[in-house]
């Protein structure tokens, strides 16, 4: 079954504004949460990740927040721009180079 | 620039048919993951190598299915015989597992159609 699941699935926001995607999970053991962009035709590539000891984690544009206790988190995109627009995927792992469960992914568009 | 290289990028095959996936890790990973993509079930994990062992193979069909790493630069994924719902996107990922780096590296896939 799904072990991470993302919300929305679609989204679509104007240039400037804060895309927000949400995902949750299950499993207590997950201890390294990363958020993967994927433009159309390419692999997934790291975006951002995150670990359990902090709350938040920001670069650039890109913020993760993590809410341990509600066993989610969410990627925030401020002054999101087109060329954002791609999908996005989070996804958890519960040990140091193991496999990473995905959520299903959430296609982002950001217009002009 | 160091990269996860896949070949073919595509194949069209006919059902029945064999079909066999190619990817170089980066130099110096130790760890190979095999992923499929479809619009269905997003991102799954086939199989994955460390240090060009299988850790995990629960994600394939083993009846027709199988992945091999026969050295450290390469790693395979054949499909035999192939089948119509086997159509996907399989993408190769690598990764250097040391305490604190998690990062999986993957490569641009292969897009697999069965007829």
């Known amino acids: 079954q799904q072990q991470v699941k993302q919300s929305p699935q679609s989204l679509i926001v104007q240039k400037g504004g804060i895309s927000i995607i949400n995902c949750a999970y299950e499993?207590?053991?997950?201890?390294?949460f990363p958020w993967y962009q994927q433009f159309p035709g390419k692999g997934p590539a790291l975006l951002i990740a995150i670990r359990p000891d902090v709350s938040e984690k920001k670069e650039g544009r890109f913020t993760i927040s993590f809410n341990k206790s509600a066993k989610q988190f969410s990627l925030h995109i401020m002054d999101s721009q087109p060329g954002d627009s791609a999908t996005y995927f989070c996804a958890a792992t519960s040990a140091s180079g193991y496999a990473l469960n995905f959520g299903k992914g959430t296609s982002l568009l950001v217009t002009p | 620039d160091a990269r996860v290289t896949q070949t073919p990028r595509h194949k069209v095959t006919e059902m029945g048919q064999e079909v066999t996936m190619r990817c170089q890790p980066i130099l110096g990973h130790n760890t190979v993951f095999w992923y499929r993509q479809t619009m269905m079930q997003g991102l799954e994990l086939l199989a994955y190598f460390r240090n060009r062992a299988p850790l995990d193979d629960s994600g394939m069909p083993k009846d027709r299915f199988s992945a091999e790493m026969p050295d450290a630069t390469l790693a395979t994924l054949k499909i035999q015989p192939s089948e119509p719902r086997d159509s996907a996107v399989y993408f190769c990922?690598?990764?250097?597992?040391?305490?604190?780096?998690?990062?999986?590296?993957f490569g641009p896939g292969t897009r697999l159609t069965v007829l």
């Open positions: 499993n207590t053991a997950f201890d390294y």
């Open positions: 990922a690598s990764g250097l597992v040391l305490v604190g780096t998690d990062t999986q590296y």
